[in-house]
């Protein structure tokens, strides 16, 4: 959705700390003028790793470097930032990371995600963008037990400009989602986003009550929800995918809204999540403003990450 696109020169920007990070790693193994060989390789290997690129694409990534450099594509330190671009971009086949709509009635989109990842702030930026195309946004506070959760919701939608259906701090989390699909469609909304409890990936029961509210929502509008976006936080690095299997597995996630990606050296961990859970990154939080919000897109971010 184009309402969501961002230049390259804003994606660089707010990739900084990322891009500062693996700059420097990068610059202290590739010396330049220097041949590849083997020891470089390995050398080359460590860092990536620590940059968070994840194990399984580092190995993979090194692999068809020292492929390419044994028959003689590549020879020189200069020439393997733009060989590692291009390789990382192949990665990525053609997978659908637009927002998945409706084709009748309100398209429902189910947030889960773990406290402190960000996950408010990104309702927000997302109903935000939403709302900027003139259509109803309405936003359900289904984390009914964290302290302030509903307030906070509630704070953001006055400030953006879009409905929220509400109750009381620890109401019956389903029943918020059961009546704000009901307000949804009576109101004829064109996008329903419900916040659901910061749940800890380790808790199960807390787990299956984010499955009941999931249930409840299918059965008041059929085929949905529509999409089902987990957030992850950027900084927390290899634990994000961690929390996105366990998600998975309750949920069925369809998305991944990734947060705090401006605020992190660890930003690497974009193509790990790829290459471990093949569940498409849909959008990137790039800041506190709601605006600060982006489709990801593979080609866009790797050359931010690598320029």
């Known amino acids: 959705m184009g309402i969501f696109t961002k230049t390259l020169d804003y994606i660089k920007t707010h990739l900084g700390k990322t891009r500062d990070k693996i700059k420097s790693s990068l610059q202290a193994v590739l010396t330049i003028g220097r041949d590849i060989d083997d ?13 968070d690129i994840g194990v399984e694409t580092t190995e993979k990534l090194i692999s068809d470097l020292r492929a390419a450099y044994k028959t003689k594509k590549i020879a020189k330190t200069e020439d ?18 637009q927002l998945n709509i409706a084709p009748a009635g309100p398209t429902v989109i189910l947030i889960a995600g773990v406290n402190g990842s ?5 309702i927000a930026k997302l109903a935000y963008i939403l709302s900027r195309t003139g259509e109803k946004v309405i936003v359900a506070a289904c984390d009914t037990f964290r302290a302030a959760a509903v307030e906070q919701l509630s704070i953001w939608a006055q400030r953006i400009g879009v409905e929220i259906v ?3 701090q620890n109401s019956d989390p389903a029943a918020v989602a059961y009546d704000a699909c009901s307000a949804a469609v009576a109101r004829g909304a064109k996008y329903l986003i419900l916040d659901t409890a910061g749940r800890l990936h380790t808790q199960k029961n807390l787990m299956k009550e984010l499955t009941k509210i999931r249930d409840v929502v299918a059965k008041q509008i059929p085929t949905s929800p529509h999409e089902v976006l987990l957030v992850l936080d950027a900084t927390t690095g290899q634990n994000a995918i961690a929390q996105a299997k366990m998600f998975t597995a309750a949920i069925n996630v369809s998305g991944i809204f990734l947060a705090k990606l401006d605020g992190t050296a660890r930003g ?16 990137v939080g790039l800041g506190e403003k709601p605006e600060d919000i982006a489709e990801f897109d593979p080609a866009t971010f790797v050359e931010a990450l690598f320029n």
């Open 118 to 122: 960000g996950k408010t702030t990104s």
């Open 268 to 283: 690497g961990i974009v193509i790990a999540i790829k290459d471990q859970l093949n569940i498409p990154v849909k959008f």
């Open 166 to 168: 509400k109750h009381a």
């Open 80 to 97: 393997v930032i733009p060989f590692l671009k291009e390789q990382i971009k192949s990665y990525w086949l053609a997978q659908d990371r």
């Open 39 to 51: 020891e470089l390789l390995d050398k080359l290997e460590e860092t990536l790793v620590s940059d």
